[in-house]
């Protein structure tokens, strides 16, 4: 069983930035396979924010484009996401997720997810 905990949240001003982690257990599971940021705001359905497959390539949703870096140690078995550039749209619970494919990696269907982490952005 793969468990993992986020880190980093929390309450920011507009334009402020904050860095998350993701903390996966298991030696260099994260190395192989799709890992994911995603959040869901009160109301909303979940969404995908920045994926990272195994050969290192992300994606991002349109609306974090330029503004958010996904990005992993494998060493450390950990994931990141550096979010700049925070808007009050950004407020949300933010989860981090894995999977056992390697790519493909663009979706919220993923078997591993941890409790997640508040981000409140005020204006």
């Known amino acids: 069983q793969v468990q993992l905990v986020e880190s980093g949240g929390g309450s920011v001003q507009a334009g402020g930035s904050l860095r998350l982690s993701c903390a996966a257990s298991g030696n260099s599971f994260i190395s192989s396979v799709c890992m994911g940021w995603f959040r869901q705001a009160p109301g909303k359905e979940r969404e995908v924010v920045a994926v990272i497959d195994r050969a290192g390539d992300a994606n991002y949703h349109y609306s974090v484009k330029g503004r958010f870096t996904i990005s992993k140690d494998n060493a450390k078995n950990t994931l990141y996401l550096q979010m700049n550039s925070l808007k009050p749209e950004d407020t949300a619970l933010y989860y981090c997720?894995?999977?056992?494919?390697?790519?493909?990696?663009?979706?919220?269907?993923?078997?591993?997810w941890g409790q997640g982490t508040q981000v409140t952005v005020s204006s």
């Open positions: 997720a894995a999977d056992q494919r390697p790519f493909y990696c663009f979706n919220t269907d993923y078997d591993y």
